[in-house]
Nanobody, 114 residues
């Protein structure tokens, strides 16, 4: 079965950095685009970034463009989200999913606060 396990979240001060990981299994990872989403308390889940199956194409939400970088390692079945210059408004639960599917991981909490 499809499994998605996110990790790397935590508490960080404004301006800091975190690197999230999403380890995938149960499907052919290398042929599927992957996405990161986030959900802040009291808000709807929103798109953060996506990456094509080969890693050659990426897309970002305007709110994170220039600060976040999505990447993947198909040999490790893992997608990453490097987050720099973090802001309090980036506080949310971050989850990954195979693009176009309804599979979700459990998410990892990111809290940006001084």
């Amino acid at each position: 079965q499809v499994q998605l396990v996110e990790s790397g979240g935590g508490l960080v001060q404004p301006g800091g950095s975190l690197r999230l990981s999403c380890a995938a299994s149960g499907f052919t990872f290398s042929v599927i685009a992957m996405s990161w989403y986030r959900q802040a308390p009291g808000k709807e889940r929103e798109f953060v970034a996506s990456i094509s199956s080969s890693g050659g194409n990426t897309q970002y939400a305007n709110s994170v463009k220039g600060r976040f970088t999505i990447s993947r390692d198909n040999a490790k079945n893992t997608v990453y989200l490097q987050m720099n210059s973090l802001k309090p408004e980036d506080t949310a639960v971050y989850s990954c999913k195979p693009t176009g599917t309804s599979y979700w991981g459990q998410g990892t909490q990111v809290t940006v606060s001084s």
